[in-house]
């Protein structure tokens, strides 16, 4: 099993993450391979929390042509992992 770390990559802070942190639900970029049990695994090693629900979104990467150079430019795509909270809390900003 790999470790919780190589599991979870990095907090996402950004405007909505933080209204949904207001009702214990916390987004995380994740790894590709990662599944629900994984992450549910890892998120209550880590902070010490129960967790009720793991969702999971896959973001495309995305392509677009620069009008000023004519390239094409990619926004690389990844694994984001919107997690429920029960019982408990993660503070994202004291990581």
């Known amino acids: ?44 090693a880590l902070f010490g929390v129960k967790v009720g629900k793991v969702n999971i979104l896959n973001r495309k990467t995305v392509s677009s042509r620069s009008t000023r150079t004519g390239r094409i430019l990619r926004r690389q795509g990844y694994k984001r992992a919107m997690i429920k909270v029960v019982e408990g809390e993660i503070d994202l900003y004291g990581l």
């Open 1 to 44: 099993m790999p470790d919780a770390r190589d599991i979870l990559l990095e907090p996402i802070i950004s405007e909505k993450s933080a209204i949904l942190a207001a009702d214990n639900v916390y987004t995380f970029k994740v790894s590709p391979q990662a599944r629900k049990p994984e992450i549910r695994n890892a998120v209550e």
